[in-house]
């Protein structure tokens, strides 16, 4: 617990992301849509942050970091749709074929997405798109693993490590906003989208899987009110940041955690929702988040016994 506060690190975290969002859409309440709706949500969520905080001051560590879990899952989703829609109204602007030149500059004037297609068979999409929405359980993953089997302080460290990247990540997405290969090419985006198309590439395989691929990439598609997430691939963030962190906590369930956090990233490329540099600028992000910003976090949390004032 930081010195003197009922706040663990994390809930500073969303703290920071919700006033940020609360101001944006304050200053934007006639251009926004939605902005006092989402102006209201702000303001009802950083009261719930603080509410939960004082509520499990007297509650077990583990209790506490369950709790935690839970507000994270509900509101990360919701700040990553308030960044789609404050996104679209003051930064609409398209990187795509900056991302493009960016791969092709990196394997020599080939690109590797269009490269991939010799490789491509339905059996291999039906496992990638598979891969690719284990991603959707891995956060939750992470921290029930940890809480099990790491100390308070690990505990905390963990759940801000996980939070800080998910942000990182959001914070790419507004300085370079971009839309994904799987827009711009001649076979076109799935559904209808208010982006315009570039024609950067041309594919021949539209990628049928086997079983459930293709309904699954479509419902996913429909899931992201934002299509300008790309640049970082927040998938590769963190599932990295996620394997690191299952390793950390349990060396068996790192031996599944790792060759899944690898899939996701290939899978983010061979389904053509990432750049190849979004990949690699994602694992860059995990290893602040597992680096210089667990530094940041031992900072803010020197007394690992007082994080809680009831049991551990």
Known sequence: MLRGSKLWPVDLLHLGMLSVLLLVCLGGIGDIRGASGW???????????????????????????????????????????????????????????????????????????EALEKISTPWLTEVMQWSYTAYLFLP?????????SADVRGTSRAAWSLVGGIYLSYLGYALVPASGPNIHS????????????????????????????????????????????CFPSGHTAVAFICAVLIGRASRRHGMWAWPLAIMVALSTVYLRYHYVVDVFVGIALAWVAVGPLERIHDRLFRDPTRIQSGRS
């Open 186 to 229: 001649n076979l076109g985006p799935i559904a209808p989208v208010d982006i315009p198309v570039l024609p950067l590439y041309t594919f021949t395989d539209p990628l049928p899987g086997l079983w459930l691929a293709e309904e699954m990439r479509l419902a996913m598609f429909h899931a992201e009110p934002t299509k300008r997430d």
């Open 140 to 148: 939750v993953a992470t921290i029930l693993v940890v809480v099990a």
């Open 39 to 113: 102006l209201a949500f702000n303001a009802a969520a950083v009261i719930s942050v603080v509410a939960v905080s004082r509520f499990l001051m007297h509650q077990s560590a583990r209790r506490a970091a369950v709790s935690r879990l839970v507000l994270g899952c509900v509101t990360v989703p919701v700040v990553f749709t308030q960044v789609g829609f404050v996104l679209a109204e003051y930064r609409d602007v398209e990187h795509a074929k900056f991302l493009f030149d960016l791969d092709r500059r990196i394997f020599f004037g080939v690109n590797p997405l």
